[in-house]
């Protein structure tokens, strides 16, 4: 079966400090991956997905198809980066897409 | 450009009563519409999809319903609301072509007393 899994509820981290909020996925096919942050009192917004290979705010993430792993990791986390992140797994069928997401990990960088 | 918009932004409504919760597109034509629910912990799980005005899919069993009436138009309802509806229920739209991201409404926090 289709599933997303963020092991930490919350990930705790020092401004300037590296971060890796971590997304493991189980899927069948060919998995195409998205990360969506929401910051506090704002909608659920899209970050990065992964096969644009691009860097967002500091953040990349590198899909690992041998580990199913599609961690979110930044070098320098900034107090701004604090906000809810969740991993997503998009399956394809019928001219849509659905999205699976994780739980989710909130991000809280302190000063 | 594209906008969302769903409401109300929060609803406490009595067990038994009933629910309709409205989200509508501009910006776009024959969007695909989707409802989320969000419950603590849980992340964000898909309760409906529509890929056009009358189709609508089901993703779980449960008490709510979906319908689209117009192309822009997404309500989820519920005859007889129960205590475990309550949550944080999101609308997202994306386009049509299927390598397209979503967007998400700002979202319904129902409660239910």
């Known amino acids: 079966a289709q599933r997303v899994t963020q092991p930490e509820k919350l990930l705790s981290v020092f401004k300037g400090a590296p971060v890796e909020l971590k997304c493991n996925y189980s899927?069948?096919?060919?998995?195409?991956l998205f990360w969506y942050v929401q910051y506090s009192r704002q909608r659920l917004q899209l970050l990065l997905r992964?096969?644009s290979r691009e860097s967002i705010k500091g953040f990349t993430a590198d899909l690992n198809k041998g580990e199913t792993s599609f961690h979110l990791k930044k070098p320098f986390a900034q107090e701004e980066d604090s906000a809810m992140y969740y991993c997503a797994l998009k399956l394809m069928g019928n001219g849509y897409n659905k999205l699976i997401f994780g739980a989710g990990t909130r991000l809280a960088v302190h000063p | 450009s594209q906008t969302i918009h769903q409401w109300p932004a929060t609803l406490v409504q009595p067990v038994g009563s009933p629910l309709s919760l409205e989200c509508t597109v501009e910006g776009t034509s024959n969007p695909n519409l989707y409802w989320y629910r969000q419950a603590a912990g849980r992340g964000l799980q898909l309760l409906f999809y529509?890929?056009?005005?009358?189709?609508i899919s089901s993703e779980v069993p449960q008490n709510l319903s979906a319908s689209r009436p117009q192309d822009r138009q997404f309500i989820l309802s519920s005859k007889k609301l129960l205590l475990s509806d309550s949550g944080f229920y999101l609308c997202?739209?994306?386009?049509?072509?299927?390598?397209?991201?979503?967007?998400f409404g700002d979202g319904t926090r129902l409660s239910i007393l």
């Open positions: 529509s890929v056009g005005i009358g189709q």
């Open positions: 997202a739209w994306s386009v049509s072509a299927g390598n397209q991201p979503q967007h």
């Open positions: 992964h096969i």
């Open positions: 899927y069948s096919g060919s998995p195409e």
